[in-house]
């Protein structure tokens, strides 16, 4: 999920139907969304940080008498979150409006930025072999670590 370059979120779930754990039932969930929402809001949430912004930890909507509703998640708190309704004794809280036009902070910000390979996605087939390979590798030194200990 990417709002114009200003909230980015990558979400991977299994496709091995086993392990999907993340399984939709209407009867149950009817605002399946919400993890990517959920996931989207955070990278919202360190920008206004970064900024120098006072607001309430996503997920600390307890605090403020939010709950999460078996049919709508969390949705109340999303929307308030959002839109900064969340009522307190002295004022609303939330995300500011000026964060929805924030760019987030960008390695060429730091000065002794480098790049972390470990939650790249694979963009060719080639990649793709190599992250099998290297995952494997790194499992067989892990085993081999383990029964030696």
């Given amino acids: 999920m990417d709002y114009y370059g200003i909230g980015f979120s990558n979400i991977r779930l299994p496709n091995n139907s086993n392990s999907y754990i993340y399984k939709y039932n209407k009867s149950i969930n009817q605002f ?15 920008t206004a940080k970064e900024y120098g ?15 999460n509703e078996m049919l709508v998640g969390q949705k109340k708190w999303y929307t308030d979150y959002m839109n900064k309704n969340i009522k307190t004794t002295s004022e609303y809280v939330g995300l ?8 987030p902070v960008k390695s060429s ?24 390979f290297t995952n494997l590798i790194n499992r067989v030194k892990y085993l081999d670590k383990r029964q030696s200990d």
């Fill in 32 to 46: 399946p969304e919400e993890v990517f929402l959920h996931e989207f809001l955070h990278s919202l949430e360190r």
């Fill in 53 to 67: 912004y006072e607001i309430p930890e996503l997920h600390s909507y307890e605090q403020y008498g939010y709950k």
């Fill in 96 to 103: 500011p409006e000026q964060v929805y036009n924030l760019k």
């Fill in 109 to 132: 910000a730091f000065k002794y930025a480098y790049t972390i390979e470990e939650f790249k996605q694979p963009e060719n087939i080639i990649e793709e072999l190599k992250e099998i």
